[in-house]
């Protein structure tokens, strides 16, 4: 996963929930500089025994939604506990003058496949309109349950965001914006396309 999500040595990753430190080892072997969170005490302290030598990983035990985003270019890759997933990709994407260039995550399959849609002729939900002038989605690789333990009720899939560039909106216009599309998702018909809404704000 870090090495398709293309990790380089310059690169200041965040991985939240980190668990076990799996994805936290492979972002910082590929010389990263890696922001480990994890909200359970008894893992934090596990991540920060295993990383207690590397000068390139930093642990913090908290909540990865609380923790204060950069406001220089940074990274993500994680893979958050589905229930999390709809809140920390609020977190990440709904002010867009914060730091991040690409998030990698693991996500249910659905919704990594409800939100690559972002990009295609199919009418938008009220997250992918409120995002679209931002942020670019791709679904990646499906993970089967069967990799996980414990294992899921369903399949996973990397879910890659990236900042477009350049953006269809200043990211200043990001609240007043996001106002616009909750009155206007409510009238019918709806743009179906990202730059139709842009045009209509």
């Known amino acids: 996963m870090a090495r398709e999500a293309d990790i380089v040595a310059s690169d200041v990753v965040i991985d939240v929930g980190a668990g076990y430190g799996a994805l936290t080892a492979a972002a910082a072997g590929r010389g990263a500089r890696v922001f480990s969170l994890e909200i359970d005490p008894a893992l ?15 642990v913090f035990e908290c909540d990865g939604l609380e923790f204060p985003l950069p406001s220089t270019p940074f990274r993500v890759l994680a893979n958050p506990p589905f229930h999390r997933t709809a809140a920390l990709l609020h977190r990440l994407l709904d002010d867009p003058t914060r730091g991040m260039v690409r998030a990698d995550v693991v996500v249910q399959w659905q919704v990594a496949r409800a939100r690559a849609q972002a990009g295609e002729q199919r009418p938008l939900d009220l997250a992918g309109a409120q995002w679209g002038p931002w942020w670019c989605f791709r679904r990646g690789r ?15 899939a990397v879910l890659t965001i990236t900042r477009r560039r350049p953006a269809l909106l200043p990211a200043a ?11 206007r998702f409510a009238t019918t018909p709806a743009p179906r396309r990202v730059d139709d809404w842009v045009r209509c704000f």
């Open 142 to 156: 499906r993970l089967p349950a069967a990799l996980f333990r414990p294992s899921p009720s369903v399949d996973a």
């Open 173 to 183: 216009d990001a609240p007043r914006y996001a106002e616009f599309v909750r009155r």
């Open 44 to 58: 934090a302290a596990g991540l920060t025994g295993r990383f207690a030598t590397s000068s390139s990983v930093t």
